[in-house]
């Protein structure tokens, strides 16, 4: 059975930087693109990066690009989001999931097209 375990977030002033990390177990993790997304008190849940299987593509959202980066290591079942020049409004529960295999490969944005998530770690950046 798949599973997604979030961990590394925590409380960070603004300006600081946090790494977050994602472990799923079951041996295909390699087969997959992964994305974080991230959800805030009263907003939906939104897209903030995606990685390829192999690593070698990564998209991030306008807010996040050159501030955060996605990475994966396959022979630990892990991606990462390390996040830099952290902002308040980087607050928010973030989430990795899992890319449905089958969805289009270009359709990143969209929650439906994920068909694993993990249970969130807080992330809260004060001013």
């Known amino acids: 059975q798949m599973q997604l375990v979030e961990s590394g977030g925590g409380l960070v002033q603004a300006g600081g930087s946090l790494r977050l990390s994602c472990a799923a177990s079951?041996?295909?993790?390699?087969?997959?693109?992964m994305s974080w997304f991230r959800q805030a008190p009263g907003k939906e849940r939104y897209f903030v990066a995606t990685i390829n299987w192999n690593g070698a593509s990564t998209n991030y959202a306008d807010s996040e690009k050159g501030r955060f980066t996605i990475s994966r290591d396959n022979a630990k079942n892990t991606v990462y989001l390390q996040m830099n020049s952290l902002k308040p409004e980087d607050t928010a529960v973030y989430y990795c999931?899992?890319?449905?295999?089958?969805?289009?490969?270009?359709?990143?944005?969209?929650?439906?097209?994920?068909?694993?998530w993990g249970q969130g770690t807080q992330v809260t950046v004060s001013s």
């Open positions: 079951g041996r295909t993790f390699d087969s997959y693109a």
């Open positions: 999931a899992r890319k449905a295999l089958l969805s289009p490969s270009g359709d990143y944005y969209q929650t439906k097209n994920y068909d694993y």
